[in-house]
């Protein structure tokens, strides 16, 4: 059992940062298959076809209030002391069309919303006008001067035709939805959502249902990637952990990269005796493209790929098993449906308090992101070892320290990678 | 047809503050049922129970690295000049427990994440030991110090037993799972979404499906509004829309109030001829809150409660339906779901460009937020008058302008209301 641990693969890897990581997974992602959803179901899926206006919006003259449609040029001055009166020679409610034209010396009570009659160029509120019956009908007083356009929403106010409105790889969410339900496209093409297997590995762990066992810890990382996976946008499917058994886990791994379109597991990548993922990149039955990233937590952060499909070997440790699903697994699935900015939204802000833990290696260090008058705080969220699980409900952003000497000082300047 | 709109109701509507009618609202929300879900059926749920830890975590002294389990005081004044030689009496894989305990002279193969066996207080990495095999089996030798304590996390570093770690209301997600996780809680107990009916009133509608004509328009509120209803928590039921007749949309609101947990409508709420919604909630058929909000858009926001039930019955306009969804049918289904901050996330920050509109109501205006520098800018999404519905979808907050005599300008401080 004892090693010759400077001779050994395992203790000699090469560590890369992690946007040299990032890029080099980048060439692995191609944007994956698309399926069609009724508007209703496409909430939260990511839009898959280029969306532009069939025709103006609106695509007719607009009221903007119920009132009075009318020509402003009959309004000319008019005053308190002067007022005008139209005859009122249509009504025109929400949903219909006026066949008259507004002539000089008529307007048509129209309600908000409804188009504009011909002739008329202005629309007058109820509650500046007055309005009288004589023996020909109705007849509407004004005392002010009403200028052209006011209260009309003219056609292609918000978009002309032809105008592209929504791209590829975005999110739908109700503002996405409100333009694709006002252009009648009611099946939306979407990328499918790549299903990602999830496993953990290690001979400690304990499914989540059965009682706990000396020296064994209860199999999280799984139940938290497949969290992570879902706020992706991906769709997890859990398999069960594997004990440490190398032949085992190939098996496993070759089975569940043949069967889904991204293998993310946790565990089994340090240096230790029974580290079989960290054994299975390094053997022939995958190409490896990384099994050391220059970063905290997470440096045995490990990437390989067969057959095109991206295997990720993430540290078994909550924390950052957490980060490397973040900087490593989440852009994968977001790159899969076609996101042009599919990293974590990098802030600038300035750190809390002191922060003193000092590395050779970039430290991912979990936060949470307050806002006092105007100013972006990022707060560390207390312990932050890599073992350490329960801060990563308190963090809404990773707060990146990088390598150096000394600590950082509260008021320094930081960078920040917002989680939410 | 004359109004005499000096007397008529519809025209005289107190205006509420939207602070004040919130309050109002509160007073009619209860939190709902609660039901159990799987584990991995929680993400994005909102919690419903209290979670203590029922042990504390770590529930075992573990080791931080792969490496050797020893005893401090073994170590004392050992160097590069002066190795120290440990037997290796046991070999720890995660998992299980040694039934030895490392007594002076003794030491013990460790994996990151085992239990560190009785007796020994420190665990030394692989990278700073050497191995030699004797007579008697292996010894590691070390050249340097290690403190007591070093690469091992005591019993309860991150939670005590007892401790309490959720709260009920919380939205679950990956940090909150993997607690879940750690403690065995395979069922958890969450709040049910409400359901949410929602419906939109006016002629001028035609259903999404339908070819455009003149003057008509596509029902885009309600599949707006479902989105918001979603992302708010809820389970939004769209129903049929209600052409503008009075006596069937009474029958369809009281079907709706009976059927499920809150009702939205839109559109049907101005003072125009056909604006059936006012004249509903004025009616006997439910009990009005309030029929006017003083803020721009979405000032005729109208909220009644039949049973305990409330209804919303919303603007017809695309940006005021969707800030008065925000404002108050997104905190009334939080608040039904425990949510001890139902209200949207207020942010300070400085605005980024002149906004000129002035009101005498609070004006809330679709802005997008900007961080630079660790500053926070809220930019005004472009063309925001009420009907205005394309700026949705380019906002993540909402920028409140105070109501006032002059506009604001870029650098003023502004308050925001996080959309996202």
Known sequence: ??????????????????????SMISQYISVGETEMVTLQESHGRTLAQEISAPHPYPHFRRSGMDGYAIRSADTEGCSNDQSIWLQVIDEIPCGTVSDKTIIPGTAARIMTGAQVPEGADAVVMFEMTEIREDEGGSVVGLKRYIEIGKNLTPIGLELQAGELILSPGITISAGEISVLATFGIHHVAVYRRPRVAIFSTGSELLSVDEPLQPGKIRNSNTYMLASQVIEAGGEPVILDAIMDDLSLAREKVEEALHAYDMVVTSGGVSVGDFD?????????????????????????????????????????????????????????????????????????????????????????????????????????????????????????????????????????????????
């Open 1 to 22: 059992m004892a090693d010759d641990i400077h001779n050994n693969s395992k203790f000699k890897r090469k560590a890369l940062q992690v946007n040299v990581a990032q």
């Open 276 to 420: 079989i993922m960290g054994d299975l990149v390094r053997g022939d039955s995958v190409e490896m493209l990384y099994n050391k990233i220059a970063m905290r937590p997470g440096s045995v952060t490990t990437a390989a790929v067969k057959d095109g499909k991206l295997l990720f070997a993430l540290s078994g440790n909550p924390g950052a098993c957490f980060v490397g699903c973040e900087l490593f697994v989440r852009p994968s699935i977001r790159g899969m449906m076609g996101d042009q900015k599919p990293y974590l939204t990098e802030w600038s802000g300035i750190l809390g308090a002191d922060y003193s833990k000092v590395n050779n290696f970039t430290r991912y260090v979990r936060g949470k992101t307050e806002i006092r008058e105007g100013v972006v705080y990022a707060m560390p969220s207390g312990i932050d070892e890599s073992g350490v699980m329960i801060t990563i409900k308190d963090s809404d952003c990773l707060i990146v320290v990088p390598p150096g000497q000394q600590g950082m000082k509260s008021g320094d300047k930081v960078q920040m990678l917002m989680l939410r």
